[in-house]
């Protein structure tokens, strides 16, 4: 059994083949949770799960990308659904509360939120407003998952410093560090604290093998991110859950463990973090 705990099965690029993918998904033994990043898509991310009986769940969340509207003009992801929140000062916080409380079965985490500084406002006093910003949005969700007693999967780019230090403000949130691409000290002060790192495709990207070396495989957790992050076994393909086998066999040779290792203790993490 492998799990992927970090999908978007929920956007727009599976929207003609989505029952495809998933069946695909069941026959490898692959479970999967499907992440939101915007009320719509977190709302169909649980849509989804209801659909199967085993093996599909559902986070829900706003990304903190969707807050650059009033800061500046990002390219538009025609792979996301749309959601109309990019503009809004305010978050409303109840309407995700009610979201996540429609199904407690399938909704297993609140997320992806988090802190995103790589698109970035032209001036620095825009940038201060926008990440201020961003970690009014965050600490808002974090508090819902603290509420709801949920783990978290925390979105967190060029922004380790900031997040680190909300960690160490709210020792009773449980989580992952989706798509880790920070330093080898940032990966072991959230080991230290209790977190898990999750990792993709980005391992082929960027040169992350020491820390995967040093970093206990009882605190990794797998992901695709599909559609995004293809490995490079599968060429120019979409990303698609059945994927994540890549990403474990390349933690195994890393290691020097068997795949079945890898793929047994991965699976066991994600099942205690996410209580499935």
């Known amino acids: 059994m492998l799990f992927d705990t970090h999908a978007h099965l929920n956007f727009s690029a599976y929207k003609d083949d989505l029952d495809e993918v998933v069946k695909k998904t069941q026959k490898e033994n692959v479970w999967v949770i499907n992440v939101g990043s915007n009320y719509d898509n977190s709302k169909l991310a649980i849509d989804i799960a209801r659909k199967y009986e085993q093996g599909v769940y559902a986070a829900i969340g706003l990304h903190p990308i969707h807050l650059a509207g009033d800061f500046f ?3 538009k992801d025609t792979n996301e659904q749309e959601g109309d929140e990019t503009n809004k000062d305010s978050l409303d916080i109840d309407k995700y509360k009610k979201l996540a409380l429609s199904d407690s079965q399938r909704v297993v985490a609140i997320g992806e939120i988090g802190l995103d500084y790589y698109y970035r406002p032209k001036t620095k006093t825009k940038l201060e407003l926008f990440k201020a910003r961003q970690k009014e949005f965050f600490i808002k969700q974090l508090n819902l998952a603290k509420e709801l007693k949920l783990p978290v999967i925390f979105h967190c780019r060029m922004a380790h410093q900031d997040l680190i230090a909300i960690l160490e403000k709210n020792k009773d949130v449980r989580g992952v560090i989706h798509c880790f691409t920070g330093t080898l000290e940032d990966a072991k002060k959230y080991v230290d604290m209790g977190f898990y790192i999750g990792l993709n495709g980005i391992i082929f990207k960027l040169n992350l093998d020491e820390i995967i070396k040093q970093i206990p495989l009882e605190s990794i957790l797998l992901e695709t991110d599909c559609p995004y ?29 068997d795949y079945e290792k890898v793929a047994e203790i991965t699976a066991q993490n994600a099942r205690e973090l996410f209580r499935i």
């Open 229 to 257: 992050l293809t490995p490079p076994q599968e060429g120019n393909e979409r990303n698609e859950p059945i994927f994540v086998k890549y990403v474990a066999r390349r933690i195994a040779e890393l290691k020097s463990l």
């Open 73 to 75: 003009k990002i390219k």
